[in-house]
């Protein structure tokens, strides 16, 4: 049996009320890397969500951030990210989500992230459109970087790596109206989804962090590749842009 995009609402509804219980407590905080960091909460949210799923779903094989991969039996597999936002969160910033997607023979279907403390809800169903909140969303229809309003985020381990984005940063903050940095993939690929943001580009993720809010944003209208314009941004390496189609090509310039 497949989930319906109801289905993943709920769960993420569900996970959302952990993460917003546990907002403004003091975190127990431990390290996956010198700051690539992970809370109590995001365990208390990915056990919710791998029993719910295991529960109505058995047989599921799923991808989580914190526990890695549960192998199934079936061809339906679950990108979850229990927390994204987890450096937010432990400092209480109020910029994080969770995200879920599931994916049959190979391709994203259904997308869901939600924020729990603004209660909006981030969804799509491939070939049926984007939504916020159960209303349709569009990406923007800016056709000049000077008139775009871009965001953008760093690896974990940007003070060792040539993929560090600084560049990238620097050059395209000098051509645009500006490039934020949220500390949330999730959330920036649902705020160009929604023509928040005119296009969001990273260079070094994760699956999870991308499969939910990539398909909200192609079904929002917005073009979504990796940053070498392959049509494929969830297998590894992974990287993304996703942006308004009138600026497409000149994001891809200049990241290439």
Not at 206 to 217: E, N, Q, S, V, Y
Request: with cysteine; glycine share 8%; proline share 4%.
């Amino acid at each position: 049996m497949k989930p319906t995009l109801f289905d993943l609402e709920q769960l993420a509804r569900g996970a959302g009320a952990i993460l917003r219980e546990g907002y403004s407590k003091e975190h127990q905080i431990s390290y996956k890397g010198v700051i690539d960091l992970v809370t109590e909460t995001d365990h208390a949210s990915e056990s919710f969500l791998i029993n719910k799923i295991q529960a109505q779903f058995p047989d599921s094989h799923i991808i989580a951030e914190e526990s890695g991969e549960t192998k199934g039996e079936n061809a339906g597999l679950w990108y979850i990210d229990p927390l994204d936002g987890t450096v937010n969160y432990s400092h209480h910033i109020p910029v994080f989500c969770v995200s879920i997607a599931y994916a049959f023979n190979g391709s994203v279907i259904l997308g869901a992230v939600y924020d729990p403390l603004r209660d909006e809800m981030f969804t799509a169903e491939r070939g049926k459109g984007a939504f916020l909140n159960g209303k349709p969303i569009h990406a923007s229809n800016v056709t000049e970087l000077q008139k775009s309003l871009l965001v953008t985020g760093f690896p974990y381990d940007t003070w060792n790596t040539e993929k560090d984005n600084f560049r990238n940063f620097e050059k395209l903050a000098k051509m645009t109206q500006g490039v934020r940095r949220l500390g949330s993939a999730a959330l920036d690929g649902c705020y160009v989804a929604s023509g928040r943001f005119d296009a969001f580009w990273e260079l070094t993720l994760r699956p999870w962090d991308i499969a939910a809010a990539g398909l909200i944003a192609e079904e929002a209208g917005a073009r979504v590749t990796a940053i070498d314009g392959k049509p494929d941004y969830i297998s590894a390496p992974q990287s993304i842009l996703a942006s308004a189609p009138g600026i497409y090509e000149k994001m891809m310039e200049q990241l290439n």
